[in-house]
């Protein structure tokens, strides 16, 4: 939320959607949107720590919004 909260994620683009209906081999269960602001770009932001879910109690489900590692 802090790199939303100090507009560092603008402008971002979303450049990859993936959904249960598209013909994978082999098929895919999961639907993803991936975007992001470019890599010359990620290289002036600051990391993100990593929180698995057994601290942070949060979930993947329905709706959930993660970042990538």
């Known amino acids: 939320m ?3 909260q100090r507009d560092l994620l603008s402008p971002a683009t979303f450049y990859r959607a ?8 082999p098929p895919t269960r ?3 949107l991936q975007g992001g602001v470019g890599w010359r770009r990620c290289e002036d932001l600051p990391g993100v720590m990593h929180e698995p879910t057994s601290v942070t109690g949060l979930r993947h489900v329905d709706g959930a919004v993660s970042i990538g590692r």
């Open 30 to 32: 999961i639907s993803v």
């Open 18 to 25: 993936v959904r249960p209906t598209d013909a994978t081999d």
């Open 2 to 4: 802090e790199l939303v």
